[in-house]
């Protein structure tokens, strides 16, 4: 099983729409968490950080939920620069160091 | 200053060079990482180093040797690379590694193995 799984999409939808995404974690050493945008060719930026009390951002909110092991990100009134790939991040501690695992992505595309 | 700088922007090498990337961060930052990136896939971790020591290797041949000089560089040498190695490698940072604060990253050297 992978230690961080998201809907791969892509999500295609059209501009001021709501959208959300989900991502689920399996190491419970997780302990910090992160949404991370990419454009294409380009290096993966921080979107948000995700806390257990829940975050928001202008038009994005990130929400955790320890117990079920789950993140997600809601967009607001989306914007066609929203479109790139979003990827769920966590940091999971181990004895040495922590690693920083990304998800899979998801592609998400505005269309006018 | 919160930029990683990584060098080359691009590289094209033969199956029997050797040749280095670079990363510097001057944030301070006492964890640096490397990973790999192909197309339409999610960064993988290859190595994770902290206070410049060897932390984490996540299985990576040994065709890829990393090397942290200092706490602002990381380098990756690579020597007898096969096609496949071809990606985009992307060097990050962070506060500490126990911190579990975020990761910087630079730009990344895509990377063309002929």
């Known amino acids: 099983r992978k230690e961080v799984e998201q809907d791969p999409g892509p999500f295609n939808v059209p501009e001021g729409a709501t959208v959300a995404f989900n991502c689920t974690y399996s190491n419970s050493a997780s302990q910090s968490f992160f949404w991370y945008r990419q454009d294409c060719r380009k290096e993966p930026k921080l979107l948000m950080s995700v806390y257990s009390s829940g975050n928001e951002d202008g038009r994005f909110t990130a929400q955790l939920n320890r117990a079920s092991q789950y993140i997600s990100l809601l967009i607001r009134d989306s914007k066609l620069s929203d479109s790139a790939t979003y990827l769920c991040?966590?940091?999971?501690?181990?004895?040495?160091?922590?690693?920083?695992?990304f998800g899979s992505g998801t592609r998400l595309s505005i269309r006018p | 200053d919160t930029e990683v700088t990584q060098t080359p922007k691009h590289l094209v090498m033969g199956m029997t060079n050797k040749k280095s990337l670079k990363c510097e961060q001057h944030m301070g930052h006492r964890a640096m990482y490397w990973y790999k990136q192909k197309a339409k896939k999610p960064p993988e971790l290859m190595f994770v180093?902290?206070?410049?020591?060897?932390?984490i290797n996540e299985s990576v041949p040994s065709r890829f040797s990393p090397e942290c000089p200092n706490s602002s560089l990381l380098n990756l040498h690579l020597h007898a690379l096969q096609p496949e190695d071809s990606a985009l490698y992307l060097c990050?940072?962070?506060?500490?590694?126990?911190?579990?604060?975020?990761?910087?990253f630079g730009q990344g050297t895509r990377l063309t193995v002929v």
């Open positions: 180093y902290s206070y410049e020591k060897l932390s």
């Open positions: 990050a940072s962070s506060q500490e590694s126990s911190l579990g604060a975020e990761a910087f």
């Open positions: 991040v966590v940091n999971i501690m181990y004895s040495s160091a922590s690693k920083i695992i």
